[in-house]
């Protein structure tokens, strides 16, 4: 693969010497996980925050560990303990990115983390703590004799620290501030791989799988079950890249020295990666084999399990024939009862085959009964590469005799890969490779369908999905009563129907009455005048922690989603003991408030019930029914919505205008009271038409799926 050019990120916020780094206002924020102006606050509020040590371009500068030291001891802040102390050392990392470059960066302080796992001592002790370049020269001086001593073969670390001098030393009590925040070297290390975007290291982040992703696969892996069942298990992967999937198999197990880990990559400097990894990760050194190449070391073992992504290759340069000869041999590495899960490209893997020799070796795969299923990923499973559609196949040698002569196809590409979903398919192919095929007896895949071999060759080439849903899917009671469903909809169709054609027989056809002004229109007010006049009193909003709102709650909260129409009113709500033990002046609207936001937009909406919660940034507009010319609330939303000028650009920072500005005719009496009875009509008229256009969508909604899953036919006129 060709690498990705690494980019050197911008410098960072610099660090004194070998202390703590120093961090920026919006560095703190940001770790954090605050707003900036809460960081503000903090200062204003807080006669202990820390004081800046430092001013650089007018901008104050604090310690990185007082300010964290700081935000343990108050609690303030939404990052806990780990994350607090996580960001702090990668904060500190980022900022020597740009001496050391960040592939040397990784290297270096990978390497370090290692030689202490190995040595199980300190890197920066026996009183070679000092800064001058004494101190500095003495401190490498001593861990490069350390590194001959604990690696004279040259497996992990000996080469990487032999290429720097004493400037690295500092580095040395960096590893060591990064092992106490984050409890191990093993923990160290892997911060230090989850920052590689952030480091700018975009040859190591091009290679990662979604997260999701990756936990899926350590759930149809299976690993702690195996180690329950035999003294040890093998774990290997042939394109191992800097170790990622299997150093997310190894870190779901207890004890890890049980386990034999096998991999190769060709790219020497990545092997290396991967072997300090899986060391620090508790593999035993003697039962660890990093290749640099395409071939196992399979003298030390026979793999049981074997979990890899296969080479990333361009549209241009991705040939079909070349990925299954890519399994074929994975399959060759496959002994009875072993496993192997297989990442790769969906067009070789699950499309529709145009060539004959593809066609003939995925279907002699097939046919070789070690095919044990067949998964259609979502897209974005690999984040530098979203256009890249994947697939996985989960080959498992001498299957149980249920499974043979069939294979489990699985289509979840329209699904999010929730935990849900990661759970109900692993599920779903861990009964599969126990049991086999099942009938009717209550455990049918939820996302796939039993396919037998001989009709997948007899289609030679077609796709690799499942014919149709799962019966579990066909069966389900949301599926058997459809047809009544859908009769019920029907009938609210019909009573909508009649409704309003009831309403048109007592109360006539809608008719506006409308007439074109002759005489002089009326004078212009604001709205900021009728709030000093008090015909109307605004209120502000409430400042809600997003954490205290759910889909549950006795309050609908009315924010920016909910006025704009981004969101329906009610799926967004707040329980009123949560209210009251945290917000104790929030204040519930009243029948007849008017909701209102300027950003991103303006949305305006009556709440003619009351009983929600107005949530920052919109706020509340109170009418006066007392006032000598009031104005009713639909009459003032009506006028307000219309206000000319109103929008903005979404570049814009803020509105054209304040709201108090909003020019508003100021109606006669008899106008607002004719006004407001035909806003009720209409609206009045509109919820008869959404009740009809509801039913109608529900009865299509149902009509639709049932005919698409092939659960429905249509009775012929």
């Not at 014919?467 to 047809?483: F, H, K, M, N, Y």
Request: with cysteine.
């Amino acid at each position: 693969m060709a690498h990705l050019p690494e980019a050197v990120p911008p410098s960072s916020t610099p660090s004194r010497g070998s202390g703590a780094p120093l961090v920026s206002m919006s560095d703190i924020a940001a770790f954090a996980r605050v707003k900036r102006p809460v960081v503000t606050t903090w200062r204003r509020r807080y006669a202990d925050f820390p004081a800046p040590v430092s001013e650089t371009a007018e901008r104050p500068l604090f310690d990185g560990a007082q300010v964290a030291g700081w935000l343990l001891s108050t609690g303030l802040g939404n990052a806990d303990s780990d994350q607090l102390r996580a960001e702090i050392a990668l904060h500190g990392i980022a900022a020597r990115a740009d001496r050391f470059g960040p592939r040397r960066l990784v290297e270096l302080l990978g390497s370090l983390l290692c030689l202490r796992k190995l040595d199980e001592r300190p890197l920066a002790g026996d009183g070679a703590d000092g800064t001058g370049i004494g101190e500095e020269r003495a401190l490498w001086a001593a861990v490069l004799h350390r590194a001959e001593r604990m690696d004279p073969d040259d497996e992990f670390v000996l080469r990487e620290l032999r290429s720097a001098g004493e400037e690295a030393a500092p580095l040395a009590r960096l590893a060591e501030d990064m092992v106490e925040a984050a409890y191990s070297e093993r923990s160290a290390y892997e911060w230090l791989l989850a920052a590689r975007s952030r480091l700018g290291l975009h040859t190591l982040a091009a290679d990662a799988v979604a997260p999701e992703l990756q936990s899926l696969l350590v759930q149809l892996a299976d690993l702690p079950a195996r180690i329950e069942r035999g003294e040890s298990v093998t774990v290997a992967d042939p394109h191992a890249r800097t170790g990622d999937l299997l150093a997310a198999l190894i870190g779901g197990i207890e004890n890890p020295e049980h386990i034999t880990a096998l991999a190769a990559d060709p790219d020497e400097w990545m092997a290396r990666v991967a072997r300090r990894r899986l060391l620090l990760a508790g593999v035993d050194e003697l039962a660890l084999d990093v290749q640099t190449g395409r071939d196992l070391e399979e003298r030390l073992a026979d793999p049981d399990l074997i979990a890899t992504r296969l080479p990333y290759r361009s549209g241009e340069d991705r040939e079909v024939l070349t990925t299954l000869e890519d399994i074929e041999r994975i399959a060759d590495l496959l002994g009875p009862g072993c496993t192997a899960l297989v990442l790769g490209p969906a067009d070789a893997l699950v499309d529709a085959l145009p060539g004959t020799e593809e066609a003939r070796l995925r279907s002699a795969l097939l046919r070789g009964n070690i095919v044990e299923a067949v998964v259609t990923l979502p897209g974005g499973m690999l984040p530098y590469r979203p256009g890249y559609r994947t697939a996985l196949w989960i080959l498992t040698r001498d299957p149980v005799p249920a499974a043979r002569g069939n294979v489990l196809l699985a289509d979840i590409g329209a699904e999010p890969l929730t935990a849900s979903v990661r759970d109900r398919l692993a599920e779903d192919v861990l009964l599969w490779r126990a049991e086999g095929f099942r009938a009717h007896d209550g455990h049918d895949p939820r996302y796939g369908r039993a396919v037998r071999v001989a009709d997948l060759d007899r289609a030679f080439g077609g796709p690799l999905t499942p014919p149709a849903p799962p019966a579990s899917q066909i069966l389900a009671r949301t599926v058997t009563e459809r047809p009544a469903l859908i009769g019920e909809a029907e009938a609210a169709l019909e009573r909508a129907a009649a409704q309003a054609r009831s309403y048109d027989d007592a109360h006539g056809p809608y008719r506006a009455d409308v007439l074109r002004r002759t005489g002089p229109r009326p004078r212009r007010t604001t709205l900021g005048a009728l709030i000093t006049q008090g015909r109307v009193t605004r209120l502000k909003g409430h400042r809600l922690d997003e954490r205290h709102i759910s889909g549950d709650g006795h309050y609908p909260v009315l924010g920016p989603p909910e006025l704009t129409g981004r969101a329906p009113v009610g799926a967004r709500r707040i329980d009123r003991l949560v209210l009251a033990a945290h917000y104790e002046h929030a204040a519930l609207t009243e029948p007849g408030d008017i909701v209102y936001t300027l950003a991103p937009e303006l949305g305006i909406r009556v709440g003619h019930d009351g009983l929600g919660v107005a949530a920052f940034p919109a706020r509340v507009l109170r009418v006066n029914p007392d006032a000598e010319r009031p104005i009713p609330p639909r009459v003032l939303a009506a006028l307000l919505g219309a206000t000319r000028g109103a929008g903005r650009s979404p570049s814009a920072v803020r509105p054209v205008r304040r709201i108090e500005d909003y020019p508003l005719p100021d109606l006669d009496p008899g106008d607002v009271e004719r006004f407001d009875a035909l806003l009720a009509e209409i609206e009045h008229r509109e919820r008869m038409l959404r009740a009809q256009a509801d039913a109608l969508a529900d009865a299509r909604r149902m009509t639709v799926a049932g005919l698409a899953d092939g659960t429905l036919t249509l009775e012929p006129r």
